[in-house]
């Protein structure tokens, strides 16, 4: 009995270890310099997007989407760091009660596929974009060139998955 109550005990640990390390007490957004130039990332470095589809503020995008397309959640209000002006840093509330960091009112989330701080393959998706620090999007160009626009409301959603 006591080896069960051990196990659950360590178990009701990892996980709440897991989710601690999954929402950060406050989440921290910065710039850095990528191959599309400056852009918005998270502490470790990792490219933060933006989904045409989310609208008013509010995620459009949970289920299979968001295990592709990870929010970017927070325990508390989100921090700005190196670059990042912190009045466009705001939060709304998601689906599962989460809180998801947003900037200049839209969503943020992370690429699955971008497994190391720098990389960018967000921008090759229908619908994603990366953001420069202004609020603008950044997609890729054909040539490897940068283009970026700025973040308007999101259109009405057109149908497909679009992620």
Known sequence: ????????????FAVAV???AAAPR?????????SLGRVLVDARGH???IFDHDKGGK????GACA????????GGAPVAIKGVDASLLGTTKRGDGKLQVTFARHPLYFFGADAKAGQV????????????????????????????TPAPSPPPYGGGDGY
């Not at 295990?67 to 927070?74: E, F, G, N, S």
């Not at 994603?128 to 040539?143: D, L, Y």
């Open 121 to 148: 393959g967000g921008v090759a998706v229908a619908h994603w974009a990366a953001v420069s620090p202004t609020g603008a999007k950044v997609h890729a160009k054909s040539g490897g060139s940068t283009s970026t």
């Open 18 to 20: 897991t989710a601690a």
């Open 1 to 12: 009995m006591r080896r069960l109550l051990l196990l659950l005990s360590l178990a009701t």
């Open 26 to 34: 406050h989440a921290q957004v910065a710039v850095r310099s990528t």
């Open 67 to 74: 295990a592709l397309w990870p929010p970017l959640v927070t």
């Open 47 to 49: 490219t933060l997007y």
């Open 59 to 62: 995620s459009a995008c949970s």
